[in-house]
Structure formats: structure tokens, C-alpha cells
């Protein structure tokens, strides 16, 4: 199995930038799909980015209108979430996720969680 670890969360303005990461240990990240979560008291957890083994396709939730970019390099066991232009609602925990088999944009698809980020963005 795969263990992963979050940083880069914090406090930033409205308009500024964060970039998370995720590094992995214990399995070799290639063997698995990976995908961000975010989740705010009181709601679900819901799908940010995902990217595929290779990290030659990704998707982002459509409602973040580009503004985050997900990618990864397999040989640095690392996965990072870029987020440009960030906005009051984007306030969170942002959580990295492993999925063995599935790649779909629920909870449930991915096996292997970090602890989540705070990113907190002021107005």
C-alpha cells in the first residue's frame, strides 16, 4: 500500500497562489491514479483534479474555470495541485488521494487518503 503525506496548505489572499503537495511512500506512486479532494465543515468531500499513472490526462471539476492545474512525477513520488487565482470559497482542507483500480471523481473510487491541507484564502 501507499502512504501520503499533504503540505503547502496556508493563508493567502483573494487573486493569489498556492501549490500543494502530495509525496507518497511505500508503493511506487506509478501504480496508481491519483486525484485531489477538498472538504469544508458540514458537506462532502468533493472532487477537485485527477490525474491518470502516466500523468498524461488530467481533469479538474468544471466549476474551478481552470483555475487549478494537477500534475506529478512518478520518479520524485510527488504529486501537486496548482492553484492560481484563488477565491474566498476555495477555503478548505484539500486532501490527496490513491486509487488502485478505479478512477472516478467520488470518494469511494480511491483507497489511499493523506491527512488533508488547510487552505485558507482571505477576502
Known amino acids: 500500500q501507499v502512504q501520503l503525506v499533504e503540505s503547502g496548505g496556508g493563508l493567502v489572499q483573494t487573486g493569489g497562489s498556492l501549490r500543494l503537495s502530495c509525496t507518497a511512500s511505500g508503493r511506487a506512486l506509478s501504480g496508481y491514479m491519483m486525484a485531489w479532494f477538498r472538504q469544508t465543515p458540514g458537506k462532502e468531500r468533493e472532487f477537485v483534479c485527477r490525474?491518470?499513472?502516466?500523468?498524461?490526462?488530467?481533469y479538474c471539476a468544471g466549476s474551478l474555470g481552470g483555475r487549478f492545474t494537477i500534475s506529478r512525477d512518478n520518479a520524485k513520488s510527488s504529486v501537486w495541485l496548482q492553484m492560481n487565482n484563488l477565491k474566498p470559497e476555495d477555503t478548505a482542507v484539500y486532501y490527496c488521494?490513491?486509487?488502485?483500480?478505479?478512477?472516478?471523481?467520488?470518494?469511494?473510487?480511491?483507497?489511499?487518503w493523506g491527512q488533508g491541507a488547510q487552505v485558507t484564502v482571505s477576502s
Open positions: 490525474i491518470t499513472r502516466s500523468g498524461e490526462t488530467t
Open positions: 488521494a490513491a486509487a488502485e483500480n478505479r478512477y472516478g471523481l467520488t470518494p469511494d473510487s480511491y483507497n489511499y
